[in-house]
């Protein structure tokens, strides 16, 4: 059996382009109890819709409720809880045990995972939390695929989910007070500012002189010295899978709908037809940092990036196809493009990959134009190829 490709979603319309793109289930979060609050995130309604539209396609949606929770907190969180169950949201994914205690009390048959945020390092917790009725344990991403193979022979009766790519925490399993300290801003409850990726230099200062600021490393930049580098196992699936995976999960409910296409595409196509140079390059072309396998093969030293703190993507993103007709496609545009531009097709279908020449470009009105400048205007434009709605154009740099 292939496994679980699960995508993160920020609102509606990047839970429908997780979809398209290849997810097998989602994880969204509500407008409360979720560790992404800058997220747009989704009300009990779009929740309703969500769980609903996903169902329609055969496909999972699991909620995040992975805050560290206060006693003020517990009784929302039944009625909370309640309420996924009666809405037949697929799991609630939950850090903390006083939350899974109300989980259980409050909604009986709602499955449970345990979130990365409990610190699942080893198979004595896993197995803990088993035989607490968990269905799932979202492993640490600490842990070694050695590791993840004797947690699996150890408990063989829980569904173990392990994060295969995006961005990564430099605190022990996302626990992290730093953002609380810089920034008033609680990084446990939602709220964290990624104080981690700033820019850090110091300063020699006492009573007697000031020598002003000093680089770290020896430039006029300063140094990164708190900001990881990004996850990338595209290389190592079958080596997860063997260790006993059964959910492959992509950070990002913060990224972009260009982001998470490019990424869940790739890695749908992975898991379909195995890691090729295709899919190594693919991962190139969304914004990302350096990447890194952290310590799924074991020790690893080499996991910061410190010479910034955000790489760019080989590709610009260009528009979201909305319709087309012979010869046509409408785009919603997102980058600005000219006529004479080439551009490149993101698709689940056969079309990906496929190239093209802008000769003519419309506005609604009809008016036809030689500069695709407007944010979000729909042109209409020469396409050779039968595009489907939600396709994605984007230009190589």
């Excluded at 969500?50 to 009625?79: Q, R």
């Excluded at 968990?134 to 492993?139: E, F, P, Y």
């Excluded at 952290?294 to 955000?310: C, E, H, R």
Aim: glycine content about 8%.
């Amino acid at each position: 059996m292939k496994p679980e490709l699960l995508a993160p979603a920020g609102n509606f319309s990047k839970l429908k382009t997780a979809i398209n793109f290849g997810a097998d289930a989602v994880y969204v979060g509500g407008k409360d109890f979720s560790l992404r609050s800058f997220a747009d995130n989704f009300s009990r309604d779009e929740l309703k819709s969500a769980i609903s539209f996903a169902h329609s396609l055969g496909k999972k949606i699991y909620v995040t409720v992975n805050i560290f929770a206060k006693n003020a907190d517990m009784p929302l969180l039944e009625d909370y809880f309640k309420f996924l169950q009666e809405s037949g949201a697929d799991a609630a994914i939950i850090s903390d045990s006083g939350v899974v205690y109300a989980a259980k009390k409050a909604a009986p048959k709602l499955c449970l995972h345990i979130s990365t945020q409990a610190n699942l390092t080893n198979k004595y917790a896993v197995k803990f939390w088993r035989e607490q009725g968990a269905q799932r344990a979202i492993l640490a991403r600490e842990l070694s695929i050695a590791e993840i193979s004797e947690i699996h022979s150890f408990v063989p009766d829980i569904e173990l989910e392990a994060f295969v790519h995006g961005a990564m925490c430099i605190s022990y399993s996302g626990r992290c007070l730093l953002s609380n300290y810089l920034a008033g801003r609680e990084s446990n409850r939602g709220e964290c500012v990624q104080a981690c990726r700033w820019n850090y230099q110091i300063r020699k200062s006492d009573e007697k002189s000031d020598s002003g600021w000093m680089d770290i490393e020896e430039d006029d930049r300063g140094t990164y010295i708190l900001n990881s580098k990004d996850l990338n196992m595209s290389a190592h699936l079958t080596d997860l899978q063997k260790a006993g995976v059964c959910s492959f999960k992509i950070e990002g409910r913060m990224k972009s709908e260009y982001y998470l296409a490019t990424v869940i595409n790739a890695y749908r196509r992975c898991i379909d037809g195995g890691f090729t140079k295709e899919v190594e390059r693919e991962l190139l072309t969304a914004f990302h940092r350096d990447y890194t396998t952290a310590y799924a093969l074991g020790g690893n030293d080499k996991t910061v990036n410190y010479t910034d703190s955000q790489a760019k993507g080989d590709c610009d993103f260009i528009g979201v196809v909305t319709g087309s007709e012979a010869g046509f496609a409408t785009v919603e545009m997102r980058g600005r493009f000219k006529v004479g531009d080439s551009l490149e097709v993101l698709s689940p279908t056969e079309n990906f990959g496929k190239s093209f020449t802008v000769t003519k470009a419309f506005l609604k009105s009809g008016e036809e134009v030689a500069d695709c400048k407007l944010v979000q205007e729909n042109y209409k434009i020469n396409c050779p190829y039968s595009l489907k709605s939600g396709d994605i154009l984007r230009r190589r740099k």
